[in-house]
């Protein structure tokens, strides 16, 4: 694996790994992994990590289902 690609899916599982043990918000993670919010909640899915989800987390999404976006 080249080198740039391995420090990308390094810092991605990092990422993951410090939310699933609650060391580090979603957004603080998502940013370190370089992903978008769906992109990272997505990956969470696969690796079987429960979100923490929220008040602010619910607000976020009504606000985007009311945006129709």
């Known amino acids: ?3 740039k690609k391995a420090e990308g ?3 991605k599982e990092l990422a993951f ?3 699933e043990r609650e060391l580090g918000s979603m957004g603080v993670a998502r940013r370190l992994s370089g992903m978008t919010k769906w992109e990272f909640i997505e990956g969470l899915t696969e ?3 429960q979100r923490h989800y ?3 987390e619910l607000e976020e999404d009504v606000k985007y289902a009311k ?3």
Do not use: A, F, N, V
């Open 1 to 3: 694996m080249p080198r």
């Open 9 to 11: 899916e390094l810092k």
């Open 17 to 19: 790994l410090l939310y």
């Open 47 to 49: 690796r079987g990590i």
């Open 54 to 56: 929220g008040q602010k």
């Open 67 to 69: 945006s129709g976006q």
